[in-house]
């Protein structure tokens, strides 16, 4: 039984030919060989340790073994091997309060931008429609 507020990654399956999914658990699980689940020392560490696992997405997907039969699969002793250097706690909270900070910007621009692409195919069709009106 994987405890709440853990750390989940997919370690097998043809996702990791692309992506490195990780997840922190909201309760306790179960998961299966194709997952392996990190338990943080310091539960104040894991929003951390899961922003610095998805930064070494392109080091955990260079790491990709591919098996006979084609499936992806990242070894457990590869997967051990990964350091990731872990500041004190202090400025643990420091980063990811900023990353939230920027991914709360990032959601408000992709709002803008999803707006001002809607008000553009209204106003192209306004024109069109006064254009085809007009002749």
């Known amino acids: 039984l994987i ?4 750390i989940l990654m997919v370690v097998r399956g043809m996702i990791l030919a692309r992506a490195f999914p990780v997840a922190i658990t909201t309760r306790e699980v179960t998961i299966n060989q194709d997952m392996k689940a990190l338990l943080p020392l310091e539960s104040e ?3 951390f340790l899961l922003l610095a696992l998805r930064a070494f997405e392109p080091d955990v997907l260079a790491a990709i073994e591919r098996s006979s039969h084609g499936t992806c699969k990242l070894k457990t002793d590869v ?4 350091q990731i250097p872990v500041p004190p706690l202090a400025e643990q909270r420091r980063i ?3 990353v939230d900070e920027l991914m709360a910007l990032v959601d408000a621009l992709e709002t803008q931008l999803a707006t001002a692409r809607t008000l553009g195919a ?3 069709d306004a024109v069109v429609n006064d254009l ?4």
Not at 3 to 6: F, L
Not at 79 to 82: G, M
Not at 132 to 135: F, H, L, Q
């Open 122 to 124: 209204h106003f192209a």
């Open 132 to 135: 085809t009106e007009a002749a």
């Open 79 to 82: 997967l051990e091997a990964f």
């Open 45 to 47: 560490s894991t929003e």
């Open 3 to 6: 405890p709440r507020g853990s």
């Open 96 to 98: 990811v309060a900023k």
